[in-house]
């Protein structure tokens, strides 16, 4: 079973900067879809964005196109989101999760894999 641990939560000032790590148990990421998803106090889990380790094509949600960026680190079997001028509506627990069936979504229940989150503190 896949298990991933995410890093590298905070809290921080709006207009700073942040990088979150996902690590995987294993290497699936060869075949894997790996997305990060985030979580604010009631409010639904609302998509990030999603990289395909195989292509390292990549896909944000509109909230933070422009300002986050995914990356992958083969050999570390580690997902990046690195995250640039923080705003306090980014404050939320944010999650990595692995989808080995599909080519990319935007959808978290087609994840199968999920992390137990970090949190990020955008102070104001």
């Known amino acids: 079973q896949v298990q991933l641990v995410e890093s590298g939560g905070g809290l921080v000032q709006a207009g700073a900067s942040l990088r979150l790590s996902c690590a995987a148990s294993?290497?699936?990421?060869?075949?894997?879809?790996m997305g990060w998803f985030r979580q604010a106090p009631g409010k639904e889990r609302e998509f990030v964005g999603f990289i395909s380790w195989s292509s390292g094509w990549t896909y944000y949600g509109d909230s933070v196109k422009g300002r986050f960026t995914i990356s992958r680190d083969n050999a570390k079997n580690t997902v990046y989101l690195q995250m640039n001028s923080l705003k306090p509506e980014d404050t939320a627990v944010y999650y990595c999760?692995?989808?080995?069936?599909?080519?990319?979504?935007?959808?978290?229940?087609?994840?199968?894999?999920w992390g137990q989150g970090t949190q990020v503190t955008v102070s104001s």
């Open positions: 294993q290497r699936t990421f060869s075949k894997f879809v």
């Open positions: 999760a692995a989808d080995q069936y599909s080519r990319g979504s935007t959808n978290s229940e087609l994840y199968g894999y």
